[in-house]
């Protein structure tokens, strides 16, 4: 039976689709058969950062709809024989998405695969709201800043109480907190939040600290999740977070953001 | 409604030493009688039934007749009289509700008032007045106990569990947006109130934790209501009706553990020893 994790936020922006990437990859490299599927209907991004948006036939909402089979929307990725993609609707948008057909497709990724990432939009409206209502587990993607803090605090509290579990009370869904976008130098300044401080105002256990790194970008920018990027910092801290996704005991390093070595900033002209 | 501001009548320029009365909101609880059809021998049978089987519980409790159902009394209906009938039986009736035009009217000119809305209260621990007779079912029902309803603010979200008693538990950390609302006692949270959370109670309300959304004790009047708190970062804290936002707050209290009560009509912050 899979596990049904949901990223979510509340803010938006602070690396939900990132870290569906990363995490989804991640799992599938350990061997479990993963599928991440996007619930952010009409602002689709997953299938980008994926990077199979050339290979979009069919989508989830056909699915929902019974337009097309779930075989013939899910992609399989060309790097990672255990990873499939559910790419959602980039003309249609959130209304489409409705309870009865989210669970059809859920009930349907059930039986076959080991791991279901529901990558969620931000914000708490409907399409937040399907993603997270099934799932088993929550990654809560927060960056180390106020407002973040305040969103990620708002969508706990709908987790413990507007999702399946919560309304037929069964056991509650297990959030992780994922704290993205951490720069130790601006938390050592003061600009950036501590870890501890936000984890006092989220009490939930931390899942792992993905640094700020210009390698995100970069590997957004050729469709590759970062955890398959070398010599990221970004990819190695989502290695940790996966480690202790699936239950191990890791040590949390804090990495900051790959800093070129003095020679290596003396000669970039040169090459 | 709960009244969050104390409004001084008279106050002009200069401000008199007493003013001659000061504005608040408060909640009251009223009977809601739900009437069938208009009041007649086995009404009054009933009421008496009730009033002797627990006469405390009504007690100077305000009566409202709600005339939803009760097409049948008319524009010409005799409110005076009844008013006046209940009145001998040491029952004060203040007001109708649910009525039409023509029955609001004959209220209004009876002297009651017509009151809108109207939330239900919880389950008294208290048995609630029983069916009298069997055969002449009584019209008159004290309103039955259902789950209270926020029509101002969203559902209560966070799970609470209530100690005996009213007294309110929380053992998780009440989250941004979630509101809980004490009705009949203190509220106590064990864990910390995020900002942008709300904590209502009838009563006291204890924090063993940081305190940093709103706290609004006392609501339904207590002024000797109290807010006790590990860490004081609110946003905003309140006891009958009487409120101070975290500027107002002396910074040196901020983070410390106090308590807050009102004195003389003022509100006081003061740490906890």
């Keep these: 039976m899979a596990k049904i994790i949901v990223i979510t936020s509340g803010k938006g922006g602070v690396g939900k689709t990132t870290s569906t990437a990363a995490l989804g990859a991640g799992l599938a490299l350990r061997g479990k058969k993963t599928v991440v599927i996007d619930f952010d209907v009409g602002l689709r991004n997953l299938d980008m950062v994926m990077g199979c948006e050339r290979r979009v036939v069919f989508d989830f909402i056909n699915v929902i709809q019974g337009d097309a089979k779930l075989n013939q929307a899910l992609i399989k990725d060309r790097r990672l024989d255990n990873l499939s993609i559910l790419p959602t609707s980039q003309t249609r948008d959130k209304d489409a998405l409705t309870r009865e057909g989210v669970e059809k497709v859920i009930e349907e990724l059930r039986n076959e695969f080991d791991y279901i990432l529901c990558d969620s939009p931000a914000g708490i409206e409907r399409g937040a709201h399907l993603a997270m209502y099934f799932a088993d587990e929550a990654v809560v993607v927060t960056n180390p800043e106020v407002s973040s803090v305040r969103d990620s605090d708002r969508v706990l509290g709908l987790l413990s109480s507007k999702t399946r579990r919560a309304e037929k009370g069964e056991a509650p869904v297990q959030s992780h907190l994922l704290l993205t976008r951490y720069d130790p130098e601006r938390v050592a300044k003061g600009d950036m939040m501590k870890v501890d401080d936000v984890l006092e105002i989220l009490s939930i256990p931390l899942l792992g600290i993905i640094p700020e790194s210009p390698t995100v970008l970069s590997a957004s920018n050729v469709g590759t999740p970062v955890i398959l990027s070398a010599n990221s910092n970004a990819g190695k801290a989502y290695a940790d977070a996966v480690s202790r996704l699936m239950g191990a005991q890791i040590e949390m390093r804090v990495l900051g953001p790959e800093r070129r070595s003095f020679l290596q900033r003396m000669l970039w002209r040169a090459t | ?273």
């Design chain 2, 1 to 273: 409604m709960i009244s969050t501001q104390r409004v001084e009548v008279g106050a002009g320029a200069q401000r008199p030493s007493v003013a001659p009365f000061q504005v608040r909101g408060r909640f009251f609880t009223a009977i809601v009688l739900q009437m069938a059809r208009a009041p007649d021998a086995a009404f009054f049978a009933a009421l008496d039934t009730m009033l002797a089987q627990t006469p405390h519980f009504f007690a100077n409790a305000p009566f409202v007749l709600d005339l939803d159902q009760a097409a049948e009394i008319g524009p010409n209906f005799d409110f005076i009289g009844l008013a006046r009938d209940m009145r001998n039986r040491k029952v004060t009736l203040i007001g109708v509700q649910n009525g039409t035009i023509e029955q609001n009217k004959a209220a209004l000119h009876a002297g009651l008032i017509t009151l809108p809305g109207g939330t239900d209260v919880l389950p008294e621990t208290r048995s609630q007045a029983p069916a009298a007779n069997g055969e002449a079912t009584p019209k008159a029902e004290a309103k039955p106990a259902k789950a209270r309803e926020h029509k101002v603010a969203p559902l209560r979200e966070a799970p609470i569990a209530p100690l005996t008693g009213a007294t309110l538990l929380v053992t998780e950390p009440v989250r941004s947006g979630q509101q809980i609302f004490a009705e009949r006692g203190d509220l106590v949270v064990v864990a910390s109130v995020s900002p942008g959370a709300e904590l209502i109670a009838h009563g006291n309300i204890h924090v063993y934790g940081a305190l940093r959304g709103r706290a609004l004790a006392g609501v339904h009047g207590d002024n000797a209501a109290r807010i006790f708190c590990q860490g004081l970062e609110a946003e905003l804290i309140a006891i009958a009706g009487l409120y101070k936002l975290s500027d107002a707050i002396d910074p040196s209290l901020r983070r410390g553990r106090v308590q807050a009560f009102l004195d003389n009509g003022t509100l006081c912050v003061e740490p906890l020893k």
